[in-house]
């Protein structure tokens, strides 16, 4: 019963019905014609045979004549009778009997000289007979149908046996068929099933470049990606763990200091204590954030609001830590643009670019924030001079935890978390982010927005 579930089996049964089915049909076509032609065969070397003792009759009708043509078909399996007009039997072959007498009796009807078959049931009737007039009588010829019926069924005998050899051929041709094309699929069946219980290791054997293929390789983009996640998870669930500890092995630390002697400086353990209750609550929102965008939860509110005075709010919100580092940052953007999105994740982005493009800037440099519609597109462009992310860096600076420089930014205060956010959130408006840079030439954070976000206002609106 199993069986019937496979996809061989019901390849096999479709292809097996429809070759069986063509079989058939020509073997039908082929046996019908070709018994009717045997048939026709007979029922003119009769007529042939009829029609020249007929002729011979015709030239010599003498009672020598009639009596040789007797002669001549008594060794034959053929019967002749010759007849007066009135139907009289002048000589015959070999004795009448029932049947033939029935058929001699018969009224000949309408007959040219070419003479005529006047019984053709050679299924049924004991005798085919056909009948050639000359100008005294009648030549009656006579066939027994068994020999035609010997005839015919001795070539359904070898009909049947080419019907069975196809039948089993085809049957094997199919079998064997089946299983070749469905080995690949079934093959990639039990790979997945490895897979999907953990085991990487398999090979899928399907190389080629038709549909299956194309699906063998689906199947392994699937199984890396699947595997990438994996690591991913263990590796991101590594990462928090460590990323928790630390903050809180110096609360815990500094804590112990100010609780052991209440006279020393206990405001600077205190602000420590209090700096880093903060970064893990921070770190704690952002993974809260993400969660959130993991599982697909997260919601964007997107409405439309003037751009440029956004981005003047942000910058006048960073101000003050810019100016601590003489990092001055030029705002250009037209006047009339209004944006489509949700306020407060948008704000989230640009204050994470900004605040990267200044934390990894040196002191005195600049950053460009410009929105401006390149090649049809619109692109809010964030530009610095910093230090650059290392070439093999570049690719992997969205993925969460992913620091460059992992002692040096962590100085700095920075998660890692900061890129795998702005990504989600500028994913979540269908929008795009590219990143390119040069080390010690500074970074270029591109997002590319989507064409019916942005609306420029024109004069005549306002
Ligand atoms: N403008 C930039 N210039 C140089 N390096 C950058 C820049 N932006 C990001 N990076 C590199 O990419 C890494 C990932 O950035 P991301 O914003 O995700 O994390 P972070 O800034 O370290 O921490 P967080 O933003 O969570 O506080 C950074 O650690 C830094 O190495
Ligand atoms: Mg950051």
Known sequence: MKYLNHISFKIGLIFFVIMIDLEGFIIYFLHQNIVKERVKDEFNSLLLRGNSHRDVLEQYNDAKTIHHVAVMESKSDLIVIVLTK?????????????????????????????????????????????????????????????????????????????????????????????????????????????????DLS?????????????????????????????????????????????????????????????????????????????????????????????????????????????????????????????????????????????????????INLLDNAYKYSEPHSHIHLNVKKEEGIWKLIIKDNGKGIPKEDLPYIFERFYRVDKSRTRSLGGTGLGLAIVKEIIEAHGWEIHAYSQEGVGTTMEIWLQGGDIIEETAARR
């Open 86 to 198: 009135s139907k009289k039997n002048i000589i015959s072959s070999s004795p009448l009997d029932q049947e033939m007498r029935k058929i001699v009796a018969k009224p000949i009807g309408k007959v040219t000289h070419k003479g005529k078959i006047i019984e053709s049931d050679w299924e049924d009737k004991k005798y085919i007979a056909s009948v050639s007039p000359f100008k005294d009588g009648y030549v009656y010829m006579f066939k027994n149908t068994s020999q035609v019926q010997q005839l015919i069924s001795q070539m359904n005998h070898h009909f049947w046996i080419a019907g069975l050899l196809a039948f089993g051929i085809t049957l094997v041709m199919i079998i064997l068929l089946s299983h070749i094309l469905t080995r690949p699929l079934i093959n990639m069946k039990e790979a997945t099933k490895k897979i999907t219980k953990g």
């Open 202 to 350: 398999v090979e899928i054997p399907v190389n080629s470049k038709d549909e299956l293929g194309q699906l063998a390789d689906s199947i392994r983009t699937l199984a890396r990606e699947w595997n990438h996640l994996r690591r991913e998870r263990s590796e991101f669930l590594a990462s928090i763990s460590h990323e928790l500890r630390t903050p809180l092995t110096y609360i815990k630390g500094y804590a112990d200091i100010a609780r052991k002697n209440s006279h020393a400086d206990n405001g600077t353990y205190l602000n420590i204590i209090y700096e880093e209750a903060n970064k893990l609550s921070d770190m704690i929102k952002n993974l809260f954030d993400l969660a959130k965008m993991d599982r697909n939860s997260f919601q964007i509110q997107k409405q439309n609001f003037p751009l440029l005075p956004m981005l003047e709010q942000i910058e006048h919100k960073l101000s003050p830590a810019f100016q601590n580092k003489n990092v001055t940052l030029t705002v250009r953007c037209k006047k009339n643009i209004l944006l489509l999105a949700d306020p407060i994740r948008f704000e989230q982005v640009i």
